[in-house]
RNA sequence: GCGAUCGUAGCUCAGUCGGUUAGAGCGCUGGUUUGUGGUACCAGAGGUCGUGGGUUCGGAUCCCAUCGGUCGCCCCA
């Protein structure tokens, strides 16, 4: 008979299980739970919103950047014909729902939510096919206030989760439409004057994309790039006026901040405020928390126009970067010998937990087997119940920590172990 | 799409100037202790050496191809 092949997982996938302290899952799932406080305590709904989307949602919001539509989106047609896409991002679906589902009623909206995203790319360190980001979106307000409190509710994320000390904020400003414009066509003289210099990937940057030479990677660029025009000289007093804002308001709130000149965004519906939370320990990808304002998307999207500003932030890479965290255990392991006492345990577990106390049976090997699994579940407690202990009413009742061992009649066991 | 690097037991890895039956630790099963763990000791099960081809008397080891992992480039909404 043929060996039977067993598929594989498809790549930049992960499989994760939890229950053991280095376990990825518990770290994920550390980092999703202090998301949730926060973003309570800072006053944001919780929105659920589509895993696909109508693939013109995301085309829309992605605008001209034709490299990444065409390669790094899942898209298919459905069995209806129509064209669906696996969401790459959550502000697209999230500014979509704003329009079609009349929360503008609700406007300043201040929502949250986490979950699985999708992007056709090589993995790599903290890069997946399938991974997973926070995301948190004020639409609705085009007050720089709206930008400072997304960033102090992004800090304290990060302090919560103890991942602040090797992280820096970075932000810039892009200024409004106008200033964007003069400091665009004032880099793309500033390259063009330099083009002997620029590398060949920055000399195709400079048709395609050309702020992106900014932040360039290749020594060759940094030069050129380094002695590039900061945004400040273009700045409309407006434009000043609001960033100058979000700085003194950081400054009030206590959050640090880096002024880096050099970080951009390629899409031309991004204004005002840009920001990356960047830490060096995380390979290429450094940035663990970004966003931004987009007062142009949910225009482009066919919505009214809307002033909005977010962020999205990688469960996976803040779960590399966090300290394994405390693990929830079982407290009690219940240990039956024999069948009638199994039967008998079966009644005691399902007591217990009803009655919230976390529990387990062991119900596999010999005696010592079931206790050296009862001891490395990480119980405090042991009920070990025989025919003796059955036959006399009670369960012997053993402290896994001192190794004590008491009779408890099986009436008194659930009252013994809430009140420990 | 491009580049580098790695694929040996369930897991982490030894083993390669080509040479009898491929090893260890952990885990698993059983035993020393017919019902008592966190220690210890003993035994056992478990491997198409990623896959396919080539060179050779002989390939886990050398060559080619292919698939997969990892890291980086590109891209980064």
């Not at 598929?7 to 799932?29: K, N, S, Y």
């Not at 013109?56 to 390669?71: I, M, P």
């Not at 502000?91 to 406007?107: D, F, K, S």
């Not at 596999?364 to 699994?373: A, E, H, P, V, Y």
Request: charged share 25%; aromatic share 8%.
């Amino acid at each position: 008979m043929a060996k039977i092949e067993t598929p594989r997982p498809v790549r930049g996938t992960q499989d994760m299980l939890g229950g053991t302290a280095e376990a990825f899952q518990e770290r994920f799932a550390h980092v999703v739970a202090a998301f949730d406080k926060v973003r309570r305590l800072y006053g944001f709904q919780r929105v659920e919103v589509p895993v696909f989307e109508a693939t013109a949602v995301f085309a829309r919001s992605l605008g001209e950047s034709t490299d990444v539509v065409s390669k790094e989106m899942y898209t298919f047609d459905d069995r209806g014909g129509d064209s669906i896409t696996l969401r790459p991002e959550f502000t697209a679906g999230i500014a979509r729902a704003y329009v079609t589902e009349g929360w503008q009623q609700y406007a300043p909206l201040k929502v949250a939510t986490n979950g699985p995203l999708f992007r056709y790319e090589r993995p790599q360190k903290g890069r997946f096919r399938q991974f997973h980001q926070l995301d948190a979106e004020i639409i609705g307000a085009g007050e720089p206030g709206a930008d400072i409190e997304l960033l102090v509710f992004a800090d304290q994320l990060l302090r919560e989760l103890g991942v602040s000390e090797g992280v820096t904020l970075n932000l810039n400003t892009l200024g409004d439409a106008q200033s964007r414009e003069a400091w665009r066509a004032a880099l793309i003289a500033h390259f063009e004057a330099h083009r002997d210099q620029l590398s060949e990937e920055s000399l195709d940057r400079l048709n395609r994309n050309p702020l992106r030479i900014l932040d360039s990677k290749d020594p060759r660029d940094r030069p050129v790039a380094d002695s590039a025009p900061d945004i400040d000289a273009y700045l409309t007093d407006e434009a000043k006026a609001f960033f100058d804002k979000v700085t003194a308001g950081l400054d009030a709130a206590g959050v640090a901040w880096e002024r880096n000149s050099r970080l951009v965004r390629g899409l031309d519906y991004y204004r005002h405020t840009a920001f990356e939370f960047i830490t060096d320990r995380l390979g290429a990808q450094g940035t663990v928390l970004g966003g931004g304002r987009y007062d142009g998307l949910i225009e482009n999207l066919g919505g009214p126009a809307t002033p909005a500003v977010g962020w999205a932030a990688g469960i996976e890479r803040l779960a590399m970067l966090i300290d394994a965290p405390q693990q929830d255990r079982p407290s009690v392991a219940v240990i039956p010998m024999g069948e009638a006492a199994e039967t008998k345990a079966t009644g005691i577990i399902a007591d217990l937990r009803r009655n919230g106390v976390a529990c387990d049976m062991g119900y596999r090997g010999n005696m010592k087997k079931r206790m050296q699994r009862a001891n490395a579940s990480g119980a405090a407690w042991a009920i070990i119940l025989g025919d003796d202990e059955l036959a006399r009413g009670e369960a012997a009742l053993r402290d896994l920590r001192s190794g004590e061992q008491q009779a408890v009649p099986l009436a008194a066991l659930v009252e013994k172990l809430t009140a420990l």
